[in-house]
Nanobody, 123 residues
Framework: VQLVESGGGLVQPGGSLRLSCATEGGIVDYYAIGWFRQAPGKEREGISCITNRDGTTLYADSVKGRFTISADNAKNTVYLQMTSLKPEDTAVYYC?????????????????WGQGTQVTVSS
């Protein structure tokens, strides 16, 4: 299974970005896709996830109300719409998949990871 993130970049505080996570190969009928981020000097943080079969979603408190996760199953792509971005959202963002699992934010249980995309929020 391969995951490829895209959509990162530099944005001003208060701005928006949409990240994409395209999955290729080894797709099973039932899986969770999670978004995680890691800022320099900080631990990796689970921020959102979605279960493909029923659309169940979860959000970390740090992003709730600002970020929205969605999936296009026909395209095997998951999106993370980020709005009202803050400097503290600056990090490398990763997507990952946990086959045969419901949505959760335990990063050590995700089996496959993308390479990450940098998001920088700065004026």
């Amino acid at each position: 299974v391969q995951l490829v993130e895209s959509g990162g970049g530099l944005v001003q505080p208060g701005g928006s970005l949409r990240l994409s996570c395209a999955t290729e190969g080894g797709i099973v009928d039932y899986y969770a896709i999670g978004w995680f981020r890691q800022a320099p000097g900080k631990e990796r943080e689970g921020i959102s996830c979605i279960t493909n079969r029923d659309g169940t979603t979860l959000y970390a408190d740090s992003v709730k109300g600002r970020f929205t996760i969605s999936a296009d199953n026909a395209k095997n792509t998951v999106y993370l719409q980020m709005t009202s971005l803050k400097p503290e959202d600056t990090a490398v963002y990763y997507c990952a998949t946990d086959p045969w699992s419901n949505c959760h934010l335990e990063d050590n249980e995700y089996d496959y990871w993308g390479q990450g995309t940098q998001v920088t929020v700065s004026s």
